[in-house]
């Protein structure tokens, strides 16, 4: 059976046998064997599905961490599960949790094309998160300010389609989601593609929708144990976490 190849992966085969031969002789593509090249084929593809797979739950926990504030999407879902039930909170859920997908879709986009356009090296890419992650830090330190305001929440209209509306007024998720694409770097993911922001996108999808579907569950109880300055010390935490890590990534670059 004829097992199609790329051709880089193809020369990459064939300098590899160079290499292990001493560099003795030429290796001529069609002496590769094919089970050779069928196995370094399934090697690349399993790794990329590891990277998916990686990227994905890092996506999530970052989402879960971020969803975390007393935005506009999480205030609608409360209000709409204490004042129209659970079965209405949880369509205000999924509406308010697709425009996460589509925000990191588009600053993984954004960040990848970034990194190609400066040309930044690994010293370059370290500067660049530190400084991100030191401006969130900051954020969330001295900005943040959470707060539940349930009355002023219009529950009248209410679904899918007004969650969706809702989580489309977060212009500012491009910035969080342009610092976790950078973050990935430092971390190892070094050749992303454009493929790999489905699983990026999927995991800030469903770290958003995990959460919110926690408010529908806890309903007004959320609003007991989630007070605004418990929250705010949770976050101020986190800010002095990312501040000292920004800190220490521009510091040792």
């Known amino acids: 059976m004829l097992v199609a190849i790329d051709p880089m992966l193809r020369a990459e085969l064939v300098h590899m046998l160079q290499e292990v031969l001493g560099g003795h002789g030429r290796i001529r593509t069609e002496e590769v064997p094919m089970e050779t090249q069928a196995w370094h084929i399934d090697r690349v593809a399993n790794l990329h599905k590891v ?16 969803s975390l504030q007393a935005g ?13 039930g659970p079965g ?8 308010g949790a697709i425009p996460e997908f589509i925000y990191a879709v588009l600053a993984f986009h954004f960040a990848t094309w970034l ?22 830090g900051m954020y969330f330190l001295f900005l943040f300010k959470p707060v ?23 212009p500012q998720l491009l910035i969080f ?18 493929s790999d922001a489905i699983p990026f996108g999927l995991g800030a999808f469903a770290g958003a929708l995990f959460l919110l579907l926690m408010l529908v569950r806890l309903g007004r109880r959320a609003l ?3 007070r605004p300055r418990s929250i705010t010390l949770l976050f101020q935490a986190i800010g002095a976490l990312l501040a000292v890590s920004g800190l220490m990534a521009i510091w040792r670059a």
């Open 51 to 66: 990277n998916a797979i990686l990227i994905f739950f890092i996506t999530a926990v970052a989402s879960i961490i971020g």
């Open 72 to 84: 506009l999407v999480n205030t609608a879902v409360l209000a709409h599960t204490v004042k129209r």
């Open 88 to 95: 209405s909170g949880r369509r205000m859920a999924l509406g």
């Open 115 to 136: 990194l190609t356009f400066l040309g930044l090296d690994a010293r370059g890419v370290t500067l660049l998160v530190g400084g991100v992650l030191l401006l969130l």
């Open 148 to 170: 539940f305001d349930l009355d002023r929440v219009d529950v009248k209209a209410s679904g899918v389609r007004k969650g969706i509306l809702i989580g489309m007024l977060n």
């Open 177 to 194: 989601w342009c610092g976790v694409r950078l973050m990935l770097t430092p971390m190892g993911f070094t050749d992303l593609g454009w």
């Open 224 to 226: 007991e144990r989630w």
